[in-house]
């Protein structure tokens, strides 16, 4: 069964423009999540959708950010105009019901670099 | 206070040694808990969940103490490919996001 990926592994852009992450979950997996690590910190979570719809996105920094899932499937996650402290590593995670565990299951990341 | 704190480490052991790390929790509503493996610029990877009554996964053993707010990992029988970082999470209570903690460092010696 194929993991969580993500696309790109790496983007490097300037301050001030656009990048859109891509996060695809494993197969029949309803929840999606997005977190992400600065450098030095700990991962930290952005929000989380269950299908097409955002159960929590309490952990968006800023309306710089703004993440879709349309039909559910997969999910992108842009943020426009970048800032330098946006630099970091984007993970992806899915997960089903199961129980009341959740256990979630991460992608390899994208890392962000913003000059 | 971090929501999630443990010991950053590093932790340097011979091959063959036992190992423990321990994790405190300030939010006693987190339901579930879970310790990641994360290996050098690659994914957190699940290494177990954590039950009330504590579980074992060949020589990795992992208790819950809920009085305390306080997880644990042990590994038995170090290995060098046990070399990494390992994450203590926490899944906020009523919602399905995980808290994690900084890390602990764990460098395995021949």
């Known amino acids: 069964e194929a993991g969580v990926t993500q696309f790109p592994s790496h983007s490097v852009i300037e301050k001030g423009q656009t990048v859109t992450l891509r996060c695809d979950p494993i197969s029949g997996h309803d929840n999606l999540y997005w977190y992400r690590r600065v450098m030095g910190k700990e991962i930290k979570f952005l929000l989380h959708?269950?299908?097409?719809?955002?159960?929590?996105e309490s952990g968006m920094p800023n309306n710089r950010f703004l993440a879709e899932r349309t039909g559910g499937t997969y999910s992108t996650l842009k943020v426009q105009p970048a800032e330098l402290e946006d630099s970091g590593v984007y993970f992806c995670?899915?997960?089903?019901?199961?129980?009341?565990?959740?256990?979630?299951?991460f992608g390899p990341g994208t890392r962000l670099t913003v000059t | 206070r971090k929501e999630v704190e443990q010991d950053p480490g590093p932790f340097n052991v011979p091959e063959g040694a036992t190992v423990a790390f321990n994790c405190t929790y300030s939010n006693s509503a987190s339901q579930s808990f879970f310790w990641y493996r994360q290996d050098c610029r690659k994914e957190p990877k699940l290494l177990m969940s954590v039950y009330s009554s504590g579980n074992e996964d060949g020589r990795f053993t992992a208790q819950l103490n809920r009085a305390s707010q306080y997880i644990s990992l042990l590994i038995r029988d170090s290995k060098l490919s046990d070399s990494a970082t390992y994450l203590c999470?926490?899944?906020?209570?009523?919602?399905?996001?995980?808290?994690f903690g900084a890390g602990t460092r764990l460098a395995v010696h021949p």
């Open positions: 995670a899915s997960s089903q019901e199961s129980g009341s565990i959740y256990e979630q299951y």
């Open positions: 999470v926490a899944r906020s209570g009523g919602y399905n996001k995980l808290i």
């Open positions: 959708f269950v299908k097409e719809s955002k159960q929590d």
